[in-house]
């Protein structure tokens, strides 16, 4: 397969999805670097490996926002007057200046709180795409033209999966090492003014592992993809099936699981779905530190199994979706 041919029908889908894609990432990584300016510079703001969180006043009551990432999920948090934790901010410059290792988790609580919210920007930004980008091929008529040219229906498709499996990791690895770089470079000026040696802070940094957390973050996501594999194939297979929505396609195991559930408290009847969707439920479960920021991922080889069935039935669901675009297309 032509290597140049493929390249431009990954340009494509960049192109016709860059505002989802590029776009609104970029967005997200810049207004995080607005936060964290105004969190260090402004506010007194508390920056380290938790996130970041930073003071202001509204309707004369003191108050404190930020992106805070626990040891489980990323979310964002406001607190109120009342909060322990809106009380004891501090001075950057001071703290660092007293411990220069500081500097390793302020590096690292903005790289997390840019990775949480582009987790949620891709979460959202994936599940639309998967539902809808071939069902609008066949919507807009579009899939008579790409026909037209000596690109195969199975690149097309599999170009598509890139998109989701490689394109948006790549994007969020990209964007997590430029903040990263970005705030490491910029303390580096800010704190050596203020007379902490660069040796110490560039040390904190090494030592303390924020500037290879990108990557760690990287290999966990394509990971965790791998596990969501069912998911995003059956969420191809129905943008390829439907005729006018594929999100009532998608959204058909759950009402079967309901059925399940109704015929088992009434007849005693089990038709296995719940069954089905608890044994996944359970795999996912055995790979839970890889769908989480903070909690290191290692890999087991009681994954082996759950990997290998979840890659087995994605691709299953993706021959599926290949075979409906060269046998049945139109709408």
């Known amino acids: 397969m032509n290597k140049k041919l493929i390249m431009t029908q990954f340009k494509r889908e960049i192109w016709e999805n860059k505002v989802s894609f590029i776009y609104t990432p970029i967005f997200v990584t810049l207004l995080i670097l607005v936060i964290a300016s105004c969190a260090a510079l402004y506010s007194k703001g508390v920056i380290n490996g938790n996130g970041m969180h930073f003071n202001f006043s509204s309707n004369n009551e003191h108050q404190e926002a930020g992106v805070i990432v626990d040891g489980q999920s990323p979310q964002s948090q406001l607190h109120g007057p009342d909060d322990k934790q809106a009380r004891q901010h501090f001075d950057i410059q001071t703290v660092v200046s007293k ?12 790289m997390y709180a840019n990775c949480a919210l582009l987790y949620l920007v891709f979460s959202i930004v994936m599940s639309a795409y998967s539902l809808r980008c071939l069902f609008d091929d066949r919507k807009n008529k579009d899939i008579l033209f790409w026909r037209s ?3 195969s229906e199975t690149v097309n498709v599999l170009v598509k999966v890139g998109m989701v499996l490689l394109v948006i990791p790549l994007i969020m690895l990209a ?10 470079l910029s303390g580096l000026i800010l704190f050596g003014v203020k007379g902490i040696p660069f040796s110490d802070l560039i040390s904190s940094v090494v030592h303390g592992g924020s500037l290879y957390i ?7 996501l394509l990971f965790s993809l791998l596990m969501s594999l069912p998911i995003i194939g059956f969420a191809f297979f129905s943008s390829a099936y439907a005729k006018k929505t594929p999100f009532f396609i998608f959204a058909s195991p759950a009402l079967l699981a ?24 359970r795999a996912l479960a055995t790979t839970s530190a890889a769908f989480t920021l903070r909690e290191a991922f290692v890999f087991q080889a009681n994954m082996i199994i759950p990997l290998i069935v979840c890659i087995v039935i994605g691709s299953l669901f993706f021959a599926g979706s290949i075979w409906l675009r060269n046998n049945r297309y139109e709408i």
């Open 99 to 110: 411990d220069p290792s500081v500097f390793n988790g302020m590096v690292m609580g903005i």
């Open 214 to 220: 990108p990557f760690q973050i990287f290999y966990e």
């Open 149 to 151: 040219m000596p690109v």
């Open 258 to 281: 309901l059925l399940d559930k109704i015929l088992n408290s009434l007849f005693g009847i089990d038709i296995g779905v719940i069954d089905l969707f608890a044994l996944y439920g």
């Open 175 to 184: 964007l997590n090492v430029i903040i990263t770089l970005l705030v490491f």
